[in-house]
């Protein structure tokens, strides 16, 4: 099949290049000439793994080119894949003008009957009315359909090729049958294609992340009653992660989600419930369970250092909002060296991916470190914000000759409590009894 994808970022440029690996013919269309510039030269602009190597491939191959120039890139798609940004407003609902922007070129450029398919993530309606504002624009036919994307950043490919589900959302039985047919090679091993209307499907998408975020506030939330009251949150985790009507995922506590979804998405449906005078009290607490959470690990580094941090150096492991990604949208890590750079803390960070993209921001405000133990130099503490692998199991002699202090302030409860005591360093955990160094 022939297809373009208007928006060449991390669920653009996935998107895009796995319908190539299956076979289609595909143009990624972005409106940043020096992005589309960069992938034209085999450079690819996002770090998610696995992605270089198959868009060189498919360039190669002839079946993924890259273009800013969104009329030639649609005129032979029959099926066009809305994936640009819908980030949140000043009020706190997704800002569409994107989609708008995209729909009204989409329309005005049409030559031939096409599927517009909206991958963004995008509020309740949001269909029904690029459909209306595209169809003020152009007498071709056209049909809107809704095909919200679950991936995880880190993880995209195998999350795109191996999906839990599809859902797409139509109003013509022959719409859901063509994006069956696209799809197909990703659904051989029975995994559902869920057909539904456009506007289950946009809140089909708000709806995972609303309980995704919710059960990461939740199990924050209860790490701090664990820590007030000695017990441990890791053991909590094992005792309640075994009943099957609970499990394991997604209770991990931490320093808060970030990223490019959850924030701005439980935003949205907090908005979108503002506008129907329905309330949106749990995801209120979500969300403010979240920013606080946040400040956790400032909050427990100032405290080790008796409210002065004025000259002490802090290492930061981990930048990005998650492991295997360089993504630092809404990242916590940035929150807290906001606060550490205010209390007047030198800081040292490293992450794997993400070390250029703080750069942009932070300038020479921060000391970059291509190795996690050149972080480490003359350190008076490290804190763990992003759990990569390599973080896991690091050699702990090198580590405590580093530091100045051998104080570690772990924001994934990476490290053992009892392991690091025995080790000889200081160990702050998040839910679990303080231990001190043996
Ligand atoms: N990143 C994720 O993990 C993820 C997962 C599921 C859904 N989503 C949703 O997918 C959408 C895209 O997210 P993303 O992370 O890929 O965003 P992104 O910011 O990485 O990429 C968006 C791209 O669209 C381009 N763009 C914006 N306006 C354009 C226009 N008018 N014409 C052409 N190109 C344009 C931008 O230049 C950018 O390259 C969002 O709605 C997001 O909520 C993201």
């Known amino acids: ?52 190597e198959l868009i ?25 894949f809305i994936a640009v940004g819908t980030p949140q407003g000043d009020d706190g609902a997704a800002d569409l003008s994107g989609v708008w922007q995209v729909g009204q070129e989409v329309a005005r450029n049409l030559q031939s009957p096409k599927i517009i398919v909206i991958k963004s993530t995008v509020p309740v309606g949001t ?20 095909n919200p994307e679950f991936l995880k950043e880190g993880a995209a490919l195998d999350d795109f090729t191996k999906p839990d589900r599809v859902v797409v959302g139509v109003r013509k039985p022959e719409t859901a049958e063509k994006l069956h047919e696209l799809y197909s090679p990703f659904l051989r091993t029975d995994r559902p294609f869920l057909v539904m209307t456009p506007e289950s499907a946009e809140m089909t998408k708000y709806v995972a992340n609303c309980l995704l975020a919710a059960k990461i506030s939740f199990i924050n939330e209860m790490a701090n009653l664990c820590e007030a009251y000695g017990a441990d949150v890791n053991d909590v985790r094992r005792g309640i992660g075994h009943d099957q009507r609970i499990g394991f995922h997604f209770l991990f506590p931490g320093v808060g989600y970030g990223g490019s979804c959850f924030p701005k998405d439980i935003r949205a449906v907090m908005a979108m419930a503002r506008a129907r005078g329905v309330p949106s ?3 209120d607490a979500v ?24 000259g002490k150096t802090i290492a930061v492991w981990g930048l990005a909002f998650k492991p295997r990604t360089d993504d630092i949208r809404e990242a916590p890590a940035l929150v807290l060296v ?41 350190a008076d503490a490290l804190a763990v914000v ?26 994934r409860n990476v490290y053992d409590p009892a392991r690091m005591a025995a080790l000889g360093f200081v160990y702050h955990g998040i839910g679990r009894a303080r231990v001190s160094a043996s």
């Not at 373009?4 to 690996?21: D, P, R």
């Not at 269909?127 to 809704?146: H, Y």
């Open 1 to 52: 099949m022939k297809i373009a994808v208007i928006g060449a970022g991390y669920v653009g440029l996935v998107q895009g290049t796995c319908l190539a690996e299956s076979g289609n013919d595909v143009v990624c269309v972005d409106k940043l000439a020096s992005r589309v510039e960069m992938l034209k030269e085999g450079k690819v602009p996002i770090y998610e793994p696995g992605l270089a």
């Open 56 to 80: 060189h491939r498919n360039m190669r191959d002839d079946r993924l080119e890259f273009t800013t120039d969104l009329g030639a890139g649609i005129a032979d798609a029959e099926i066009v």
């Open 127 to 146: 269909n029904a009315e690029l459909a209306r504002r595209m169809a003020q624009e152009t007498k071709v036919a056209f049909d809107v359909a809704s």
């Open 281 to 283: 009290r749990l995801m």
């Open 287 to 310: 969300d403010a369970v979240n920013e606080s959470q946040k400040g956790v690990l400032f909050h427990k580094i100032n405290q080790h250092f008796g409210g002065n941090l004025e």
């Open 338 to 378: 906001d606060s550490l750079l205010a209390a007047g803390a030198r800081i040292r960070v490293h992450d794997p991916e993400a070390n250029d993209n703080v750069r942009a921001i932070y300038g020479n405000c921060l000391v970059y470190c291509d190795r996690p133990y050149g972080a480490l130099e003359q």
């Open 386 to 411: 992003t759990e990569w692998s390599e973080f896991r199991n690091p050699d702990f002699e090198v580590m405590r000759r580093l530091l100045s202090e051998p104080v570690i302030f772990d924001g």
